[in-house]
């Protein structure tokens, strides 16, 4: 199995734009699906296969994966995009699905 | 409208059993697989397991921490998900997810209940 590492906090200011990583060895070869959960609510799918956007979901999200580093961008950052986020891969060896640590994203 | 709702949710005593059910409605259930996970206070998304669809042979697959506690079954005809918990310990207590798994490039979980809180104390 492999371990995604994700960095505990990530801070911007609103209008800019969140840099948020989930890394492992050679997960550029992986497909990495990312939730948000904002405080006290459900997680939602936000972009799944590195950069596809479900229905619903604003264009300020997006996505990218390559090498050893798969990243989750947040264009134009508003104070409602202050929640955790989290990647996922699924591990095909075991057939089961592995979760990043979470990034808490505060909006200063 | 996709919609899943958890239910069961409880506090217990280590060792006892629980059992949370899934209502969905909204998809086409017996197509998907579905899939249970958890959130432990203050922490991050664990998964719990997994029951594939009747086509891909309705197998079941489950993390570590969990094996051979619990199970995870279906009733494709009531659209229901069910999570059976045995020999519960206090380090079970979370926040318990349903899950719809959608199938794209590989699994991903496109929608979720709202919880069920289940505590594990003596």
């Known amino acids: 199995s492999f371990v995604l590492t994700q960095p505990p906090a990530v801070s911007v200011a609103p209008g800019k734009t969140a840099t948020i990583a989930c890394e492992t060895e050679?997960?550029?070869?992986?497909?990495v699906h990312w939730y948000q959960q904002r405080p006290g609510q459900t997680p939602v799918l936000v972009v799944y296969?590195?950069?596809v956007r479900p229905s619903g979901i604003p264009t300020r999200f997006s996505g990218s994966n390559s090498g050893n580093t798969a990243s989750l961008y947040i264009s134009r950052v508003e104070v409602g995009d202050e929640a955790d986020y989290y990647c996922?891969?699924?591990?095909?060896?075991?057939?089961?699905?592995?979760f990043g640590g979470g990034t808490r994203l505060t909006v200063l | 409208e996709v919609l899943l709702v958890e239910s069961g949710g409880d506090l217990v005593k280590p060792g006892r059993s629980l059992r949370l059910s899934c209502r969905t409605s909204?998809?086409?259930?017996?197509?998907?697989?579905m899939s249970w996970l958890r959130q432990a206070p203050g922490k991050g998304l664990e998964w719990v397991g997994f029951?594939?669809?009747?086509?891909?042979?309705?197998?079941?697959s489950y993390a570590a921490s969990v094996k051979g506690r619990f199970s995870i079954s279906r009733d494709d005809s009531a659209s229901m998900v069910y999570l059976q918990m045995n020999s519960l310990k206090i380090e079970d207590t979370a926040v318990y997810y349903c899950?719809?798994?959608?199938?794209?490039?590989?699994?991903?979980?496109?929608?979720w209940g709202l919880g069920a809180l289940v505590t594990v104390s003596s």
């Open positions: 296969d590195d950069s």
């Open positions: 909204g998809f086409k259930f017996r197509d998907f697989a």
């Open positions: 996922q891969v699924w591990d095909s060896n075991s057939d089961f699905p592995v």
């Open positions: 029951v594939r669809s009747k086509d891909w042979g309705g197998a079941t």
């Open positions: 050679r997960i550029g070869r992986k497909h």
């Open positions: 899950a719809r798994a959608a199938y794209s490039e590989t699994i991903n979980f496109d929608s």
